[in-house]
């Protein structure tokens, strides 16, 4: 069992930056490819990054490329999200997730672990 805790939302104006952090417990963070997602009111959950587990490959979504930068600290059992650049449309609720199965999906349903979710509010 992990337990993830996301941190670092807020309201930032529309170009402005924020790092997403997510803490895992357990010993076995480093055995897990991490995600991000997101989710706006009255929107689906999307996919947003993900890394392997041990840091070397990661995916992005289209509307995070070049904006968004996926990284970890497996020391730290920490998964982080660094974003620039940010736009209105980035608002929402945004999570993190852990996958047993090591496949860097963008599929939410398969991801085994989720965090609370931290709010991001971009201001045009």
């Known amino acids: 069992q992990v337990q993830l805790v996301e941190s670092g939302g807020g309201l930032v104006q529309a170009g402005g930056s924020l790092r997403l952090s997510c803490g895992a417990s357990?010993?076995?963070?480093?055995?897990?490819?991490m995600g991000w997602f997101r989710q706006a009111p009255g929107k689906e959950r999307e996919f947003v990054a993900a890394?392997?587990?041990?840091?070397?490959?990661?995916n992005y979504a289209d509307s995070a490329k070049g904006r968004f930068t996926i990284s970890r600290d497996n020391a730290e059992n920490t998964v982080y999200l660094q974003m620039n650049s940010l736009k209105p449309e980035d608002t929402a609720v945004y999570y993190c997730?852990?996958?047993?199965?090591?496949?860097?999906?963008?599929?939410?349903?398969?991801?085994?672990?989720w965090g609370q979710g931290t709010q991001v509010t971009v201001s045009s």
């Open positions: 997730a852990a996958d047993r199965a090591l496949r860097l999906t963008r599929l939410a349903t398969l991801y085994d672990y």
């Open positions: 357990g010993r076995t963070f480093s055995t897990y490819v």
């Open positions: 890394i392997s587990s041990s840091g070397g490959t990661t």
